[in-house]
């Protein structure tokens, strides 16, 4: 209890480290009022665009009344639009997720069993067919497949719309685009935590108990193989709102990260500020999340987190 | 009458054996077989043993029994239980005796489990494959089998919460929850030090004895054999080079193998030296050490030890894992500092820094264990052992690799393996390339950690040998690290018995082994496997130039 309590703690402060971050590195890099007003801006408007967002004061008095807006959960105004950030955010929230959910789960179902009945073969011909192909899945870079893809469904056959959401047909080009890079890393990253399992000796033990193969892959070599995997799956799924900046943008797909680049190059502090937050906590979240599930799965690490809160009991009194 | 016919006729049945293996062969190229035409039987209740170095093939004989043979690996021969016969090329049909008539435990106890498996679990799932009751009483009357003390407490337990000695009980446990006829015990104690040895191996004789199992045990050490086998093979290079009862194997060896092994027993012939009237070179005084682990215990490593180390003195130092000899050997080479109390090198406390420290990490040399770990894989072994010069910069540089070669010659080392690389040598050549490595500096300590125990016996035998004829030529003092008893005995002057960090009784080897003080050292004597040595013992060591101590 005491472990998971300093260890929130722990990330309310790397949120706190990246929100600052975020704040300094966007304010020191332009001045939004010349790139929303356009250089050519008269100086009145200008002054008076300033006034209207508090540009006048202080770095540090920016960066206070910021910090309080995020703990009050007011996360500022667009420049672009007046409307609140978060609005604009959230209206483009679930068109990522609904993209990114489906993708991770697609990418598990093909990418663990293809590495489990890799590992299997470990050293054939298929196990090396497998390899070769999940290195290129995840080696070739996201845009280069994604207009190859739209070069041959789209302009080649005519069969799918290149861009937005019309129909479930436009999630198909850039599901293959993520899946076939997720679901190599997956696939890989299985093969050799199966492989390692494989070799231990608690397998013969079990073997020679009487237990046969499919026995022992359940009981023992599985459980065992996807505690490491679950680190893996905690990073895609940390990564679920900033991870399809890319895909999106070439498949002009309504979510975040087509809006994070818009909002970047028009420097719209509020939006940028919130997306990167939210891409930062939910990793945060994700990371929490698995770390505590460590804890449950894994009686190892449970008994070494017992031990060092008690050496810090000890140490306190 | 018939009373008397009946009981020849279960004399006959016990008589004939329940479980024959014939013309058993191994290979993985399909060309060259690794274990050649293997036969033997086993009674009922019988305790037989295979000895052999290790890569002799007893363990991929036993594999191929129980259908566990690596994928690459083919067998042939065929198997016979209690009238049944199995053909060992099919490896897969052997599934069909798994468990139920034929079982198996494993050298490393510690990871013979599911880490993430409570002990019951692992109980109720062998019970229950092998379609026996797999209620919680079920599996604390299997663990009372297995010779767990108190076993109730450690049903909700995890295999890391367990000892060694525990934990290759649970494995026994669950070898025996299919009721099997058979138990093969792969080096079963190897990795456990010799009071827990005689403890699991008593208990898997008193199983034989009550259930009418029997069993195969394995293992690299002939004093376990001899003591707990009625029956043993000796296995050389893949093939059994003599077979029968222990007695008129082990006393009428006919083989050379055998008799190079058991020759290798007789290690305590060069015991008692008595050079410890040298001055003290190496002094520990009341050195504490303690450690953190990263759970946050804190582990007393050494408590208060103070012992000195003479010129020319081989001292022993001896403990099961844990009980603070390494840290004791990385003292002296400043790999661990004291946390509390001192150590002096020749009256000047050890310190290596600064020029006078370089020159001491000369004087002072450490050989591992693991020697194809501590030579560099890349560099032929002519350079190895010219290295040491180079970096301490003696002597002309144009000498450097006469120097070497004259010692690698000294040691046995032929000129044809100078330029072979660490891997492509056995343990031994590489254990001495290690020690020249040491002893090409001229060092006045050797610290020798562990380093002839992941050597076969007869290997073993012959390094001891080169290093205490070394150890004379060049007077050198020795700490020598060992968990093994026999080792010790045979090497050293004095004697240092560790337990917990601490030392539990120091004295001259004759005197501790004849007459133990305190209570560890006499069961850790006890427990040594008893060889009845034959008659008149062959020994390599009764070389005239190292008996002059005596």
Same mark, same amino acid.
């Given at each position: ?9 722990? /990330?309310?402060?790397? @949120?706190?480290?990246?929100?600052? +971050? ?5 304010? @020191? ?77 697609? /990418? ?44 041959? +469904? ?25 899946? /076939? ?7 890989? +990253? ?7 399992? @494989? ?51 070439? +498949? ?66 | ?81 209690? *009238? ?47 379609? $026996? ?30 000892? *060694? ?158 009980? *603070? ?29 600064? $020029?006078? *420290? ?71 050549? =590489? ?40 150890? =004379? ?78």
């Amino acid at each position: 209890m005491q472990w998971t309590l300093s260890r929130i703690l722990r /990330s309310l402060l790397t @949120l706190l480290l990246l929100a600052s +971050f975020t704040f300094f590195a966007l304010s @020191l890099s332009a001045d939004p009022a010349l790139q929303i007003l356009g250089p050519d801006a008269q100086p009145e408007i200008v002054q008076a665009f300033k006034e209207r967002w508090h540009l006048n004061d202080s770095l540090w008095q920016r960066y206070v009344t910021y910090i309080m807006g995020i703990i009050q959960l007011d996360f500022g105004l667009s420049y672009r639009t007046g409307a609140p950030a978060i609005d604009i955010v959230m209206t483009r929230l679930p068109a990522t997720l609904a993209l990114m959910i489906p993708t991770g789960i697609a /990418s598990l179902l093909i990418g663990i069993p293809v590495g489990i009945y890799a590992a299997l073969r470990q050293g054939t011909r298929t196990d090396r067919l497998i390899m070769t192909a999940s290195v290129v899945g995840f080696a070739v870079p996201n845009f280069l497949v994604g207009i190859l893809l739209m070069y041959l +469904f789209s302009v080649w056959l005519g069969w799918l719309t290149p861009s937005g959401i019309i129909s479930w047909m436009s999630w198909i080009m850039p599901m293959i685009t993520m899946v /076939s890079a997720e679901a190599g890393i997956f696939a890989r +990253f299985t093969r050799s935590a199966m492989v390692e399992i @494989l070799s231990h000796p608690m397998l013969d033990t079990s073997l020679a108990g009487g237990l046969n193969e499919h026995q022992g892959l359940r009981h023992h070599v599985l459980p065992n193989a996807l505690i490491p995997l679950l680190t893996l799956v905690g990073l895609f799924a940390g990564n679920l709102i900033g991870g399809a900046v890319i895909t999106e943008n070439i +498949f002009a797909w309504p979510g975040l990260g087509r809006l994070l680049v818009e909002s970047v190059a028009a420097r719209d502090f509020a939006v940028v500020q919130i997306i990167v937050l939210l891409i930062g906590a939910s990793m945060i979240l994700i990371n929490l999340l698995v770390d505590l599930s460590y804890g449950f799965i894994d009686p190892r690490i449970r008994d070494t987190r017992r031990i060092s809160i008690k050496r810090n009991k000890v140490a306190t009194a | 009458m018939t009373q008397q016919i009946i009981s020849n006729i279960s004399d006959l049945e016990m008589a004939k054996p329940r479980f024959a293996v014939s013309d058993l062969c191994i290979s993985f190229d399909g060309k060259t077989n690794i274990v050649d035409q293997v036969n033997f039987s086993l009674n009922k209740g019988e305790i037989f043993g295979i000895v052999g170095e290790s890569g002799s093939g007893k363990s991929l004989t036993c594999r191929a029994i129980m259908g566990l043979l690596p994928n690459k690996a083919t067998a042939s021969g065929s198997l016979h239980i209690d *009238g049944q016969d199995y053909e060992l090329s099919n490896q897969a049909q052997l599934h069909k005796i798994r468990g139920s008539i034929c079982s198996m435990i494993f050298q490393d106890p510690m990871s013979a489990l599911n880490p993430l498996m409570t002990v019951e679990k692992h109980l109720k799932l062998h019970l229950s494959i092998n379609n $026996q009751q797999s209620s919680r009483n079920a599996c604390i009357h299997l663990l009372k089998t297995a010779g767990m003390s108190n076993p109730k407490q450690y049903l909700d337990a995890y295999p890391h919460q367990l000892s *060694g000695g525990q934990c290759q009980r649970v494995a026994i446990a669950l070898a025996m929850a299919g009721k099997p006829d058979i138990l093969i015990a792969d080096e079963p104690t190897t990795a456990l030090d010799v009071i827990l040895q005689a403890e699991i191996l008593d208990k898997l004789t008193q199983i034989a004895k009550n259930t009418g199992m029997s069993v195969i045990l394995i293992s690299h050490d002939i004093g376990v054999i001899s003591q707990y086998c009625s029956r043993v093979a000796v296995m050389y290079k893949g093939k059994i080079v003599e077979q029968g009862d222990v007695d008129t194997v082990f006393n009428h060896a006919q083989h050379s193998y055998t008799q190079e092994l058991i020759a290798s027993l007789s290690l305590s012939t060069l015991t008692h030296l008595g050079r410890c009237d040298g001055a003290p070179v190496l002094n520990y005084q009341s050195v504490n050490v303690s450690y953190t682990r990263p759970d946050g215990s804190i582990v007393k490593a050494m408590q208060n030890v103070s012992v000195n180390l003479h010129k020319g003195e081989i001292l022993g130092i001896v403990g099961e894992s844990g009980s *603070g000899k390494t840290t004791f050997a990385k003292i002296a080479v400043g790999l661990v500092k004291p946390s509390s109390g001192g150590i002096q090198f020749e009256d000047k406390p050890l310190s290596f820094s600064g $020029q006078r *420290g370089k020159k001491l990490r000369q004087r002072i040399q450490y050989v591992l264990q693991d020697s194809l770990g501590s030579l560099d894989p890349r560099i032929d072994v002519l350079s190895q052992v010219i290295e040491p010069l180079t970096i301490h910069n003696v002597g002309a540089p144009n000498q450097r690799r006469d120097k070497a070669i004259k010692l690698l010659e000294r040691m046995g080392i032929t000129a044809s393996l100078f330029s072979r690389y660490p891997r492509s040598l056995s343990g031994g050549q =590489r254990q001495r390339i290690s020690l020249a490595r040491s002893l090409i500096l001229q060092p006045e300590i050797l610290i020798c950690d562990e380093s002839v125990s992941a050597l076969d016996v007869a290997v073993q035998a012959q390094t001891l040998n080169l290093l205490v004829e070394l150890q =004379r030529e060049l007077n050198l003092s020795i700490l020598f690290i060992s968990h093994d008893l026999s080792v010790i005995r045979h090497i050293s002057d004095r004697v240092v018995v560790m337990r917990f960090g601490e030392i539990v009784e120091l004295a001259d080897t004759h005197s501790l082994f004849n007459t133990p003080k305190h209570e560890y050292t006499k069961s850790l004597i006890a427990s040594l496997p008893e060889f009845n040595r034959p008659t008149e013992p062959t020994t390599p060591f009764d070389t005239p130039d190292l008996m002059v101590g005596e």
